[in-house]
């Protein structure tokens, strides 16, 4: 069987074709997606990432959540 693989100048390509076809799903800006807020776990975050001397970075926290 011969199946086709993807390169790394076709990812472009596929997210957009992909954009397209589920607008909803893909949007086209980061802005355009809804943040949920997690307030209560973000501060216990917060302190915990000052308590070790951490580096607070917002994208950090998201991915922890």
């Known amino acids: 069987m011969n199946l086709s693989k993807f390169v790394f100048d076709d ?6 074709l992909l954009r ?4 909803t799903l893909f949007p086209t800006q ?3 997606i809804p943040k949920k807020v997690y307030k209560e776990q973000e501060a216990a975050i917060r302190k915990y990432i000052r308590n070790h001397n ?4 917002q994208e950090w926290t998201n991915k922890i959540i």
């Open 30 to 32: 980061k802005s355009d």
């Open 11 to 16: 990812i472009g390509l596929f997210l957009s």
């Open 54 to 57: 951490l580096v607070d970075e």
């Open 20 to 23: 397209d076809t589920f607008p």
